[in-house]
Each structure stands twice: as structure tokens, then as C-alpha cells.
DNA sequence: TGTATAATTTACATTATATTTACAGAGGTT
DNA sequence: AACCTCTGTAAATATAATGTAAATTATACA
């Protein structure tokens, strides 16, 4: 199964740790930061499936945070924060935070949460997860045969198997490699295909026109 | 703006009063049901965009109609109790919750936590607009085979889903696109339904002299 | 009424244009 | 040398417009 990747933006490292060691325990990936430059920059770096939030924060308040997170990559922000007053939620949840828990809380609400928050994000499974390709490390093996990838067509494919419901923009794509021109992608989608190609004897990356590339193993 | 419809469940009818005059200053349409029986018989009547719902109900519990509107309708629900406890929460969400929030709370945290609702949903459109056919990303599945359509023809068949209780115009369906003639629509239905035809062996497009283009399942 | 005919609307094929994608090679970086 | 991004170009795809056939509705008239 493709692992559901957690961020976790607080400032307090104990507090953070406890929480951090919870979700593990739930099966998920947690990367932890301490401040919100940090919160912010490992958004663009990696792809997480949902961000839990502290509003307080040494360098920048969390919603600077927030606002930045739903700008650009929409993921789903649980905000947890000590301020219990009514103007911090409003105001968290208008700069579109999906969710808002006042500390401390249950931590199986929080496990609940994160649930209902993920599931509303990607709520048709339309297939079971891929059998046949397993992402190993930083390779992605068909069938016990690596593909061979480089770093950055490892990058893409992933990001491709772990969007495989929807289509995935050139843009998106673009993101996690650097790529100025937007065209960079190009190159890359072609060799992976050789690649895959190769191993399998399949296509398995369909261009959607106008839209972006979609996986699909049977092709 | 298209009025943004609200089924309140709520037993205490001076509470269910007092929220209900909130909403409707908030400018939303409210419904108000005082029972478990009466809630669920109200969703299979009407459409409703979320629903508020009190767990304490004098026939059958809150959890039931939960199960029930999750199972037939999945529309979004908030869950407004008195009971503070974990449990009922974790039931609440376990049930299908979108949210859950404890009695006495602020109500404008409640008109924040609605709009938070209703833009989740409003990212997927599932079975509220078709049982088989499912909107994803840019493409639109029938029972997980994709349609394979273009950005116009997405637009369109998007918009003919949508309105699938009503006739749509040509000029409306032409809105979507940029059609300065008045009949690329023509072309765009034709393709459509070839490739609706080649996934279901149906026509679901059924052209109404005069009027427009119906979407109809079942044809 | 019933039927033939006219008018309108819809279906479909074709064409020209615009946009997007595939691919190959150049040049830069590590 | 391996890898990556950029650029130019060819191939593929999408789209609106147009012409015409087929279908539907309206009208005329007995």
C-alpha cells in the first residue's frame, strides 16, 4: 500500500514527538518540523497527503503557513492549537483550514480526524492498489524487476502510481523535479515508458490531452 | 448563487429554533425534522447539501440515521451533541461523520465548519449526482471504466450530469465551451455519446427537439 | 381527424486551424 | 559518463465551423 505521508508543523519538540510516535503507530509516515519556514519548504519538496499544524510558531504565525499551503498545493490542513477562542478558528478556517482541534485533545479523535480529512481529499478507491509495481526505497520494482529509474523518473512515477485514481498535471508533475521551461517532463515520461516498456511490455502512462498523464497498469 | 439547502435533525425544538433562525440569517435554507424517521424520510425526498445532525433523538438514535444517510445519500453531515465523551465521537466519525462539534458551541464556528463541508464536497461529486457515473479529476468513470473524454466533452457531459433532472439548453451547454456558431455542441454530443456507447452500450443523452440535451442513466 | 408538405432541429461527416505531445539532439552540471 | 533541462520540430489530437442528411414538429388542407 502506498503509505498516507503526514506533516507535522509545531513548534513544541516534546509535544511534537509524543504526537509523532501516536501516528507512526497508526501506520502512518510522519515528518516533523519546527517552524513554519520549514513547514512550508518541505511542502514543495515532498508530497504529503495531509499537514497537522500548530498555530504557534517562532518564525511566521501558522496561518502565513496556511495560507501559503492552500495556495499552492491544497492539501488538507488540521490545525491544533492552544487558543480555544472563536477568532483563531474563524480565522483558520478562512484562510481554509479543514479542520480545527483545540489542545489537548483525544489522540484517537485527532487518528479520527485525519481519517475523515484524508477520505473527503480521495474518497474513490476506484482500484485496490497496485500489485504488480512496489515502490522499494528509491526504486520501483514490476514485478521483482527493477525499472532502473533515475532519480528524477523515480519521482514522477511515484507521484503518477500515487495519483493513479486521477489524472496528474504537467504542472504537478513539474513540481517535483525542476523544471522551468515545463517542458522537462517530456524527456522523462518518455524514458520512463521505455523503461516500463521494457520490463513489462506495457504503456502504462496514458496522456491525457490538455490535461496531464495518467497510470494505468493495464495498458 | 444557488441556495445551499441544510436538513436539521434536532429533537429540542426551542434549540432547533434558535439555529435554524441563525441559518437562514447566514442565508442558507433550512429544513427542520424533529425525529430519526422524519430525517431520513426528508433526504429521500430532497436534496440537501449537508446536514446537521443532533444524536439524542427520541426514536431512533443519531448513529442510525447517520449509517442510513452515509450509506444511501453520502452527504456531508455534522454531528451536533451534547455528549463530549471520546466514544461518541469515535462512533460519530466511525459512522461517517464529517465533523462533530459539542453543545454549546459558537455558532459562527458552526457557519465556518458548514462552508468547510460543503467545499469538501463540492471538490467530488459522487453518487449525489449518479450512481454510475462518477466525476474524478478531469474524467468521468462508469463503474471504473473511464469515459476517455476531452476537456469540451468533459465540460459539457459534466454540466448534463449535473442538470440531470432538467433539460440543459444548447446555449447553456454552449456557455462551457467557446462555440460562436452555436453548434459545436452538435459535434461534442456526437463524440460523447460514441464514446458512452463503447463503455455502458447505452445513449444516457437524449435529445429533446427544441429544447436541449437530458442526461438519463438508464437509456 | 388524417395525411401530405413545409419548416425547423438534430445528427453526422469533413475540413481547416490551433494546441498539445512525442521525440531527438544540444549544452550544461555533477 | 550519467543525468537533466532546454529547444526545435514532427506527429498527434482537439476543436469550431460548415455542409448536408435525417429526424422531428408544425402547418395546410381535405
Redesign the interface.
Known amino acids: 500500500m502506498l503509505d498516507t505521508k503526514i506533516l507535522l508543523v509545531e513548534d513544541d519538540e516534546v509535544a511534537a514527538l509524543s504526537l509523532s510516535e501516536f501516528l507512526v503507530s497508526c501506520g502512518f509516515e510522519v515528518k516533523s518540523v519546527f517552524c513554519a519556514t520549514d513547514g512550508i519548504s518541505n511542502m514543495s519538496n515532498f508530497e504529503f497527503d495531509i499537514v497537522l499544524l500548530d498555530l504557534n510558531l517562532p518564525d511566521f504565525s501558522g496561518f502565513e503557513v496556511l495560507k501559503v499551503l492552500k495556495n499552492k498545493h491544497n492539501v488538507p490542513v488540521i490545525v491544533i492549537s492552544a487558543f480555544s477562542d ?1 477568532n483563531s ?2 480565522k483558520a ?2 484562510f481554509g ?3 480545527y482541534m483545540v489542545k489537548p485533545f ?1 489522540l ?2 485527532l487518528e ?2 485525519i ?2 480529512n484524508l477520505s ?2 480521495s ?2 478507491n ?2 485496490e492498489d497496485s500489485e504488480a509495481f512496489k515502490i522499494i526505497g528509491s526504486q520501483i520494482y514490476f514485478k521483482n524487476s527493477m525499472l532502473d529509474l533515475t532519480i528524477s523518473e523515480f519521482k514522477i512515477l511515484k507521484l503518477l502510481i500515487k495519483n493513479k ?3 496528474t498535471s504537467r504542472e504537478e508533475l513539474g513540481r517535483v523535479i525542476y523544471d522551468k521551461s515545463g517542458r522537462a517532463i517530456d524527456n522523462h515520461i518518455k524514458n520512463i515508458r521505455k523503461k516500463i516498456k521494457k520490463i513489462t511490455n506495457r504503456e502504462c502512462i496514458k496522456a ?4 496531464g498523464y ?1 497510470f494505468k497498469e493495464d495498458l
Open positions: 472563536l478558528k474563524l478556517f478562512k483550514a479543514s479542520d483525544d484517537e479523535e479520527a480526524r481519517w475523515v473527503k481529499n474518497q474513490i476506484l482500484k485514481q486521477r489524472v491525457i490531452y490538455g490535461v495518467l
